[in-house]
């Protein structure tokens, strides 16, 4: 079985390449995708951690599975909001964006 | 044989996920970003947390994506890119890559975390489903609850006033 220490790699890569998307994009929905990209992290880490004690605990899959819930939902929500900014503004380039209220 | 897989997901999970970022189009980057949930899920069997896993296969591919390429339709899959200044960009990046290096670096020492041992009946879905339904029963009742909100605020705010 492959170290524990290489998933956490794996996680910090993508956390990096979230951050990266975050800092550096400018369209509403790119910056949906790195927030995505930092919830897998976050996820992939709660897990491999889970996995640390030598009976395994079950809490971090049960947590890994409220978070994905909740990711959903602030997936749903957020692109709700990006359809109205784009409906109001005609644009969604964040830089731009100075109103949310038609 | 399980070295080989976790090559393959990670690399799989890594380029997808850069792929998704960099991606001209908005459309293909919603692609990337599912193949890079894909290779999430992948590590998750790995894992032996397959019921997350499939979780995550069916909630991030079949709704996320999807409703991500949804919008990209809705909104138009050309807009509003435009470039950042290089000089913000470029230390950015190197704070970041530096991070990473480091952090990579102490994570690389194997010694640290040690190769967990074979889960045995600790990862079975009986234990799973007992414990999220008896242990963490109330907090999946407020979960529901917080979906129920989550679905009706979407509704409101994609209500517009033409009807006025």
Excluded: H
Excluded at chain 1, 27 to 51: H, W
């Amino acid at each position: 079985m492959e170290p524990l220490s290489s998933f956490f790699a794996v996680s910090v890569i993508l956390l990096g390449i979230g951050i990266y998307g975050l800092t550096t994009k400018r369209n509403a929905i790119r910056i949906l995708f790195s927030v995505e990209l930092i919830y897998n992290a976050a996820n992939l880490n709660i897990i491999a951690f889970a996995r640390l004690r030598s009976p395994p605990l079950v809490t971090g899959q049960v947590l890994v599975l409220f978070t994905i819930a909740l990711a959903a939902m602030e997936a749903a929500v957020g692109l709700s909001i990006i359809i109205l900014v784009s409906r109001l503004n005609a644009e969604i380039d964040l830089s731009k964006l100075s109103k949310l209220k038609g | 044989m399980t070295d080989l897989l976790f090559l393959a997901f990670a690399a799989v999970t890594i380029g997808a996920a850069i792929l998704a970022i960099e991606a001209r189009d908005l459309v293909y980057g919603a692609a990337a970003l599912g193949i890079a949930f894909l290779g999430v899920a992948g590590l998750f069997f790995l894992l032996d947390a397959a019921y997350v896993g499939w979780f995550q296969i069916a909630v991030y591919i079949g709704a996320v994506v999807v409703l991500i390429l949804f919008t990209v339709m809705l909104v138009g899959p050309k807009m509003g890119e435009t470039p950042l200044g290089l000089k913000r960009v470029s230390l950015l990046a190197a704070i970041l890559v530096s991070l990473l290096l480091g952090m990579t670096g102490a994570l690389a020492n194997a010694t640290a975390f040690p190769g967990p041992d074979s889960c045995g009946s600790g990862c079975s879905l009986t234990l799973l489903s007992t414990s999220l339904l008896k242990s963490y029963g109330v907090q999946l009742e407020f979960m529901s609850l917080v979906m129920a909100a989550a679905v009706i605020g979407a509704l409101a705010l994609s209500k517009t006033d033409r009807g006025q």
